[in-house]
């Protein structure tokens, strides 16, 4: 029942977001480049006081291996004011966390940004004593994408 009630809870973020999760996968097309849209994901993250762990550029490390790939970017960054609460419930949340953000070019030359699904997570991780945090953290996460993206 509990579970639920978890679940009803989060069901109302879902048209919120600018593509539906898949797989546990939120995807938002993005209006930038690949760089840029990092770059204002990066931004926006830093002036919340969230930490920026580290960039990763896929596609120069392809490169490097001698193997073709259109623009790729991951950004792993993390605020432990949130996602403190899904290790004290199950460490193995983890695996999961920091959260990680990748812009990529499809083949079609449009720019997406993708991360996981805060609710996927704590789902993932049989996570459902923190309903208020898993919302507020997809809520979060919804509004400050959006903004990199070029959303309101």
Not at 12 to 32: E, Q, R, T, W
Not at 83 to 107: E, R, V, Y
């Amino acid at each position: 029942m509990k579970r639920l009630l978890v679940l009803l809870s989060l069901v109302a973020f879902i048209p919120a977001m600018s593509m539906a999760s898949d797989k546990g996968l939120v995807n938002k097309k993005s209006h930038y480049s690949v760089k840029v849209t990092l770059d204002r994901l990066e931004n926006v993250l830093r002036k919340k006081g969230i930490t920026i762990v580290t960039r990763w550029n896929h596609q120069a490390g392809a490169k490097k291996a001698a193997i073709p790939l259109r623009p790729t970017e991951l950004l792993i960054f993390g605020n432990p004011k949130m996602g403190s609460h899904f290790f004290t419930s199950n460490q193995s949340a983890g695996i999961d966390l920091p959260m990680k953000a990748l812009a990529w070019k499809d083949k079609k030359g449009q720019v997406w940004l993708t991360y996981n699904d805060p609710t996927y997570i704590a789902n993932r991780h049989g996570i459902d004593n923190r309903p208020a945090i898993v919302k507020k953290m997809a809520g979060a996460l919804n509004k400050l994408t959006n903004v990199a993206i070029g959303e309101k």
